[in-house]
């Protein structure tokens, strides 16, 4: 029973290791792994949807719809920050970062000086299961569902929809996707305010384990870069999915024994393993080997 | 077939960059079911004259009409609408997507409300697949496709989408000889069916094979227009163009 106990335990811990990991990357993957930009504003957004979601929740709201509503206003608000901004740094890789990290102080020191410097916290819904010595919370057993159940959407959203086929055809060339009559200013929108409306909608589902503070993003965005990178561009949301799985393979058993401290120094170490040997990412990985067993040996 | 109403028509197309004039007061009328060469050396502005027919650039003076509706100021993915197809000079098709879903892309993009594939064009584009060997590839990742294959793609994926006319820059550059009479076989059996079709070209042997009426282009003028014979006849066309006294 005791060894059992150790191994859901464990189990546990690199579910959520891995959900947390997917859940900060959630957008990036669209706004950095599809889009390609490095957007140094992902935290902040995250903090929008967290700051949506306690605001939704204090209005009475019950918290699945307050993580809807973040969904929808950090999305709108994406939309309009890729209108104004956003779409003028296109293949501007430098520019694009440094006029994001301008969005990430505007926002969270204007949150700071409009707000304060923080929100009631969300209560943790659900309760914990108990299992001989630990105790296993059911939130975070619904956040790994959800991360999963968010990261198929997202498949099947750029891999089976025409809006996905025409995101692709865009992100690999713009002026030909134009030639066959793609809006691609409208793809553009769409799609950086679909990866705002992601990171948003991450950041709610977060807030419940987190402190709502302005500068609650900044938790979440070296995880996002570190889970996004590792990935890969080849094939963004299986490399995302990859690289989480991988770094909380290493982060779970040396967080269990030596300590969460030293458990993300070891996923700190992974990734600079992984993008050493692996500089195209998981994915390219991936790739080269499905590429290698479906062609016909000779 | 000529002479059934003018498709696409310029007036006096000008575009300078910086002080370099690109393009200067290019008219040209191409009627429905016609195919046009437009040939003309280097710089004599083909590229330019397609990238304004395309809205890739805007001109600084002179119009531009699809079936007698004003363009000019139109982005290129709205004239695609009104039934043009696009096709560029260096090869765009989408490298990390498959066959399958590179002719995907124009299917949705243009069969919106204002355009949808008809049966006549749907038979050109099935004929296309199958005389260009796409048939048997549409699971195959763009990427591994050979050069000519990459350019036959791009052709039918521009069929893909319906279009009324064709606007091809280069159809053949980089083709054998073999592939580009093929290219030209595709291309004549198209126009044969209705399709109109207007080739900017560098390949004099190509044109010799399709044109019905060639335009040549000279330092961004219209300099002579008139059939492949009279234009291969025409003398000061043989000194600026093909190069013979």
Redesign the interface.
Known sequence: MEDLSVVVSILYQFGTNGAFLLLCALGLIVILGMMNIINLAHGELMMMGAYTASLAYQAGFPFPIAVVISFFVVGVFGAVLERLVVRRFYGRELGALVVTWGISLLLSQGTFLVLGPFLPSIPIPGGAIDVGQYSLSVYWLILIAVSAGAVLGLAWLYNRT?FG??A??TM??A??????????DRVYMLTFSLGAGLAGFSGALLAPTASIMPFMGQQFVAPAFITVVVGGASNVIAGAVGSSVLLSLVRTPVGFYLGAFLGLVALLLAALVIIRLMPNGVSAYFQRWSDRRSRPTV | MNGAGTYLATRDLAKRFGGIVATEQVSLDIAEGELRCIIGPNGAGKSTLFALLCGIHRPDSGRIFIKEQDVTSLPSFRRVRLGVGLTFQTNRAFHDLNVRQNLEVPMGATGSATHSRSARSEDRYRYALSVFGLDGLRETPARELPHHQLQWLEIAMVLSGGPDILLLDEPTAGMSPEETTQTARVLQHLNDDGLTIVVVEHDIAFVRQVAQRVTVLHQGSVFAEGSIDEITAHDDVRRIYLGQA
């Open positions: 025409e086929l025409h692709r055809a690999q060339n002026e030909m996707a134009r030639a066959l009559g793609v809006n691609t």
